[in-house]
């Protein structure tokens, strides 16, 4: 199984980063001045690119190449798990980011078995970072072994967080953030969800919650942070969390933190 696994990742990494170099020219092309077709989709504030939609069509063509048979759960052509493996994408996370012409957004690609992450690859277009990781087998940074940092309490932690697009939920979000700001060293919002994941993974960030999380926001970054030692929950894993909380810490102040996201209220609507 072991060996099977780090064929997965082999993969994940392989097409994660031949969609990165579709995207990097995209957003190349696109500082130059070329136009981007965008939409809207839930609500306002969630776009689409028609870069996303390339990106994503590569990955399903260079799968289908590799891994026939496999299934594949995508953001933007959407699919539904299957038997066996499913590969979940998402082209660009991050897509407000590309579109603002920032640089930080990343290709996110999950292999999971039964729902289960067991090999990913989030590959960021700009720095050309690649975050792997193999379930059992740890996580890495271009290659080098990560390791989650080991804060001494919640008020030295600093804490990724994200929202969602959903307005109701961003209205619970801000009373939860206005909540946890008091107890911690201090918060963040990259914009990037795979990219907290691993950010606390590098021990960049000791924690990372967020509400409302997509599948393919989490398969591959949460793999990361779980094998680089981070405390993990995954939506719908604990209700007392909220249905749909992603969690992952330091295990140093995990505890803490918990109790804290239960105080702070991200369960209520
Ligand atoms: C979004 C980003 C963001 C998070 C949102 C996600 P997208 O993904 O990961 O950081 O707060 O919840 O939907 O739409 O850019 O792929």
Redesign the pocket.
Known sequence: VGVAETELKDVAVQVAAEAAELVRRAREAMVAGEAVRVETKTTDT??VTAV?HAAERLVRDRLAELRPGDHVLG?EAGGSPGDGVTWVV?P???????LYGAPL?AVSLAAQVDGVSVAGAVVEPVSGRHWTAVRGQGAWLDGRRLAVSSPSRLELSLVG?????RADRRARQARFVSGLLTRVRDVR??????L?LCAVAAGWLDAYV?H???R??WAAGALVAEEAGAVVHLPGADPALGADATFAAAPSIAGALYDAVLECGIGEV
């Open positions: 969630d776009v996303d953001e998402d660009i996370d991050g897509t407000v980011n590309f957004f967080t994200g929202f969602a697009y919002r990259a914009g990037v969800a795979s907290d967020e409302g999380l997509h393919w926001d």
